[in-house]
């Protein structure tokens, strides 16, 4: 119900209106003197709990028993719950697809990723609960872990869920066009395989959440800095029992950014909502830094077989792709939506009639996905821009040549893919052919050219994107078939809420359900509204919190998909034009002339022809107040005006799963040039120029602001962040020294252009601008990368030593007497595989005996307390291990294994402990020696997991070295000396660390 | 990431800090600058009984110059040598070096022993102390000890220093002619992958390189042909025992050991 927008003119002072101008952000007072408003300086209720979580250490694992009666006595502690009192308390999260499987926020049972909350503990403070969570002993049986997504189809896999199949939660396929004929009928079959990995966006201030719980009525009240889509309200009344009245839920003034990733904070909600109902206190709870790259929500990572029927001019005629997504542990609403967000726009930006596609969503032994700026889009371009350049090179062909060959025709828009989506404005060739000429593409080539004459490495890179902004409400109901979609009912839509008030004494206030993450829509919604009034922005309130007991909101409600500036920003337009309309036949009445000739301007509003003729607006605005019976007939009030606006185009899918699955479509050319370093191979980019057509530009400098977070976060995802996980699926990087994050100096100022074609589908023409860089950076960059070095498959991120092999070939072999040193790991691998040997003077029989000895083993186990016997080959053991300052208590086993007295044994071990776990085997031979003495030696290959691996990721290979070496440097010594001729000065170091501790 | 519960002794008298250290020993850890300890204090990795702060005694707190070495005191921060207006002549290396160690914020915060005591196998202090032979000067209630930089470091984030010990100072030895220092990191104040520095001795060089062993590795290298050389550098390269970890593989860093090595033994020999 799109209104029709209206006819009242309105000038500011100057007569050129606000919208457009870069004026100063009314935000940035407040935030650049320390008065920001983020959910950690809003007070709380005296009496508030503070709540920590116990997390699983382990990437797939059962658990066989949580004891918590230590952690319940110790000091302040008011509850411990875990996964069983979650259960008890709440109702299971609802999953994105149809299948019988649960999805809890604490684990029930079962851990499948590292991180998974276990158990929750409330307490006086956050000091005492982790206290206390140190307190919790949980068991734990180790189940496989799979991590990959192309080995969780598997039949071998691991399965996580039982009610998916294996570990495919959805697998749909579609077929647009005559796929099949483009192909035989094409010249050339084109493909490319890809693995697009986990990054984040990591906003500096992680997540918060306030709860309260009130028995009297029923109700929670929850602060959280949620950002939206407010349809997870629905799944969190849902998960907590009440009915949505009953679950207010409100948002702080201001956030600390959140890039889509706030989204990921509902899960929270609901386990500290229980722990206020459980306790009848309000509880809050910050998220930590390692809490948050371990265990909030990543984008996904996604494995694309993608191919193209190209005729022999390098046309485009059809597309086969095949997505296979993962979305880590369990599926959590909104997923998998960022698999079908880009449905609509699988084609890019290009004129391709006809796709094929298979979408898989399958499930690994990870931290579960959600929103994260780009949603979908990075994944997608980067296989079909990747195809592109392939196309080029294959074909021989010029790379803009294939590029404006393909793009959709400027005649042809509205223009509906072939999926589905309606492309609804632009000019890509324009667009390209400006950006070639004022980039300057021309002198790229030539410094080019200059720097490889030089025998320097440079490439450069070219990508085009559509960028799809205002999601429509239906898209995720693709993964549904038609017949289950008929089943549930149709959803579409994208309703965008807006209120305009204005008080007795005429002043004008702004509220929208938006929850800006600091990008400024409290100065773009003055700037639009006081265009409307003809007044200046600093006369206009706006206030973006959300109240969901208060406000207008829907459940497309919030800040995600790009719809701030034109769906939210465009319904506040229309909300002040309905008042508008109103104050000008109010003031036509009193004016004594007609409605057309009024006009809003500085303040006054007025006739056009005798500007003298006029009425200050505070007053006229007022009079609903102050003499409503002075109002003219039929005229209505001028208090409060809400509009709900949502775009006719944005419907369900159809019965052939076309769905337009986004409003707004702007258009991104992109190039770069970048040089490799020769030695360190480094990636620097010399330049990058990044076209955008977002339609009308609200805010340029903001718009600009935009472009450029994108872009820094995009040379992240190209160059820098992975959120990487061992094969064991233990979480690699959970602290920013080594989740690198770009800063200022690794992150150049891109050159930015514009052109604007207006959307004819929004009520101020803008088009989303938040996410495209995310989209066609990466792909940008690694399509240079790949032009300079004359690599075929590229991975992200272009870490330098992943180039190591693509630009040297193989390694300098290691002198003979060194060979074994080169062996090369596989990728993930965290096996810490050696061997050493040690000289006793006993014998191997006297040395046999030792190692089947608990007191023995009791003494050579590095800092152990004490062993107990299960039986002859079994020990259990409890140790204290340290490196330098870092030591932990661990609970250990020892098994002996394959027995071959006295010549070999296999020894293997785990222990498991507050800072994580660790597990090894090593195979022990004895061989006597001439002098009486023996030499042991021992193979042995062990692994670390837990919080230990996710911040000390650098060091731990050779804490685990250090480690192994001092039980066998101890067992020597308790055989009676001799040396291990390995590290001759361990016995100085042992002593140093764990004398005395015995 | 709250710290366990510890006591915390601001020190007024070195006595005090020695006596506190005799008692307690491996259950007190020292604190200066806090730029290692207190992270691994908030993920609980370390759990103290005690923490004594020295950066109350201004007897710690000098940087001296003797006989033409230089001795930092355990109270210096990285800044404050960084800034020392004699740095360049006394010690280039550590003014090449120096810079690279974390960013302004940490090093106006951590100090010269701090870096040395945490021993961290890329950091480039105890890489510095090594190059140049240094010495770390030990002190505990009973007597005073001074060990070399190659017996000080022992591993990874392990030395010989007993747990009743202060690191009271460092000293590095007068200036030794020509030197050169480079850093591979992925950002800038990273944690090097490989940070190597070359000082020229009478016979040729002396390469050490950090952040690829367990801790800080010195050798010596005579003048050689560029194909021995290399040899050399790829023998040196292969034992330094290499690993993987998220940011580089171990190929990677032995291609740098071998590249940045000869391009800084060209520079130092030139």
Known sequence: ?998 | MKPAAFDYIRAEHLDEVLDVLRREGGDARIIAGGQSLMPMLNMRLAKPKTLIDIMRLPQLARIERNGGGVTVGAGVRQESLLAWSELADALPLAALALPWTGQVQTRSRGTVCGSIAHADPSAELPLVLCALGGEVHLRSAKKRRRVSAKEFFAGMMATNRADDELIEAVSFPANQGRCAFREVARRHGDFAIVACAAVATKDGVRLAVGGVADMPTTREFPRLETSARDDALNSFAYELNARDDVHATARYRRDLVRMIGAELMREVLS
Not at chain 1, 231 to 254: C, F, M, Q, Y
Not at chain 1, 425 to 436: F, I, K, L, N, T
Request: with cysteine.
């Open chain 1, 1 to 998: 119900m799109a209104e029709a927008t209206g006819s009242v003119t309105a000038q500011s002072g100057s007569g050129l209106p606000w919208v457009g101008r870069s004026i100063a952000r009314v935000e940035d007072s407040s935030l650049l003197t320390g008065r920001g408003r983020f959910i950690d300086d809003v007070g709380v209720h005296p009496g508030t709990l503070h709540a920590a979580f116990l997390r699983s250490p382990h990437a797939h694992a059962d658990i066989v028993s949580i004891d918590v009666s230590q952690a319940m006595k110790a000091r302040g502690v008011a509850a411990v719950l875990h996964g069983e009192d979650i259960k008890a308390l709440t109702s299971s999260l609802v999953v994105g697809v149809k299948a019988p499987v649960e999805c809890w926020p604490m684990a029930v049972g079962r851990v499948r990723y590292v991180g998974e909350p276990v158990a929750i503990v409330v307490a006086t403070d956050r000091y005492l609960a982790e206290d206390a969570v140190d307190l919790i002993d949980v068991r734990y049986q180790v189940r496989p872990a799979v991590v990959d997504p192309r080995a969780a189809l598997s039949p071998e896999a691991p399965v996580l869920h039982d009610g998916f199949g294996g570990n495919v939660a959805s697998d749909r396929s579609f077929r647009y066009g005559d796929p099949e004929s483009a192909f035989a009928a094409a010249a050339h079959r084109i493909s490319i395989d890809i693995s697009y990995p986990r990054n984040s966006c990591t906003p500096i201030e992680t997540y918060g959440v306030v709860a309260g719980y009130d028995p009297g009525e029923d109700v929670y009240d929850v602060l959280a800095n949620f950002q939206g889509p407010f349809s997870i309200h629905a799944v969190l009344s849902r998960a907590l029992k009440v009915p949505g009245n009953r679950l207010r839920l409100r948002t702080p003034p201001d956030s600390g950014g959140s890039f889509g990733v706030k989204q990921g904070v509902f899960p929270y909600i609901v386990l500290i909502a229980a722990a206020a109902r459980a306790t009848g206190r309000p509880v809050k709870w910050t998220e930590d830094r390692l809490e948050h790259l371990t265990a909030s929500v990543s984008a996904t990572n996604r494995a694309i077989s993608l191919a193209a029927a190209v005729a022999e001019d390098g046309r485009i005629l059809a597309l086969d792709w095949d997505q296979v997504e993962d979305c880590g542990a369990h599926l959590r609403a909104p997923e998998p939506a960022t698999l079908y967000r880009m449905h609509g726009n699988l084609s890019g930006a290009y004129d391709i009639r006809h796709m094929k596609i298979r979408n898989r969503v399958v499930v690994t032994n990870k931290t579960p996905t959600g929103l994260n700026r780009g949603f979908g889009g990075p994944q997608v371009y980067f296989a079909l821009e990747r195809l592109v350049q392939r196309i080029e090179l294959e074909l021989n062909l010029d790379p803009l040549e294939v590029i404006t060959r393909n793009l959709v025709p400027a005649d042809a828009f509205p223009y509906r893919t072939a999926s589905g989506a309606l492309l609804d404005s632009g000019d890509y060739q324009e667009a390209v052919r400006r950006a070639v000429q004022e980039g300057q593409l021309a002198e790229l080539k030539a410094r080019r050219d200059e720097a490889r004459a030089q025998g320097r490495l440079y490439g450069i890179g070219y990508t085009a994107v559509v960028e799809p902004s205002v999601s429509n409400m239906g898209y995720i109901t693709t993964v549904l078939t038609p017949a289950e979609r008929r089943k549930a009912g149709p959803k579409n839509g994208a309703q965008a809420t807006a209120t305009v008030s204005i008080d007795p004494v005429g002043s004008v206030s702004v509220h929208v359900a938006s929850v800006p993450q600091g990008q400024g829509h409290r100065t773009v919604l003055s700037q639009v509204v006081a265009d409307v009034f003809g007044l200046k922005p600093s006369d206009i309130r706006v206030n973006t919190e959300i109240d969901t007991a208060k406000d207008a909101w829907s459940i497309a409600s919030g800040n995600y998909a790009s719809r701030f500036a034109p769906a939210v920003a465009g319904t506040a337009k229309l909300a002040a034009q309905r008042i508008a309309e109103r104050l000008a036949r109010i003031a036509a009445s009193q004016l004594n002339t007609d409605v057309d000739d009024i006009v809003f301007v500085g303040g006054q509003i007025g006739s056009k022809r005798n500007p003298d003729n006029k009425v200050s607006f505070s007053r006229l605005a007022g009079l609903s107040h102050w003499s409503p019976a002075a109002l003219p007939d039929g005229v209505g009030q001028t208090i409060r005006e809400t509009v709900f606006w949502t775009p006719p185009e944005l419907t369900a899918p159809d019965e052939d799963d076309h769905i337009n699955s986004s409003l707004c479509h702007g258009f991104i050319f992109d190039f770069c040039g970048v040089e490799i370093d020769r030695t360190t191979l480094e990636t620097r980019i010399d330049r990058y120029v990044t076209m955008h057509d977002c339609g009308t530009i609200l805010h340029p400098a903001m718009v600009d602001g935009q472009v450029r977070g994108g872009f820094a976060q995009a040379v992240g995802a190209a160059l820098y962040e992975e959120y990487a996980y061992a094969e064991d699926g233990s979480f690699l990087n959970g602290t920013l020294a080594d989740y690198l994050l770009p800063t200022a100096a690794e992150v150049p100022d891109p050159i930015i252009l514009h052109m604007e074609t207006p959307s004819p589908f929004t009520p101020l023409g803008a088009k989303g601008v938040g996410e495209g860089n995310c989209m066609s950076t990466p792909v940008c960059i690694a399509n240079a990368v790949a032009d300079a070095i004359g690599a075929r498959d590229l991975v992200l991120p272009l870490v330098p030593a992943k180039l190591a092999a693509l630009v040297r070939g193989d390694e300098p072999a290691p002198p003979v007497h060194q060979a074994s040193q080169a062996d090369p790991k596989r990728r993930g691998d965290r096996k810490l595989r050696g061997e050493g040997r040690a000289s006793v003077k006993a014998s191997a029989q006297q040395v046999w005996a030792m190692l089947l000895d608990p007191d023995t083993l009791a003494a050579v186990i590095p800092g152990c307390h004490g062993v107990e016997k299960i039986s002859d080959t079994h020990f259990r053991a409890d140790v204290t291990i340290g490196i330098g300052p870092v030591k932990g208590r661990y609970r250990a086993e020892v098994k002996l294994s394959d027995l071959d007295p006295p010549h070999a044994v296999t020894l293997a071990g785990n222990a498991e402990g507050a800072l994580g776990f660790g597990h090894g085997e090593g195979r022990i031979t004895l061989r006597p020696e001439p002098n009486g003495g023996t030499t042991i030696h021992y193979l042995y290959e062990a692994g670390i997991g837990g919080k230990v691996a996710s911040i000390g990721g650098r060091l731990l290979d050779g804490a685990a070295k250090v480690i192994i070496g001092q039980f066998f440097a101890s067992l020597a010594r308790q055989a009676g000396g001799g040396s291990s001729s390995a590290r001759p000065s361990l016995f100085a170091r042992l002593r140093q660390w764990f004398g005395g501790q015995r």
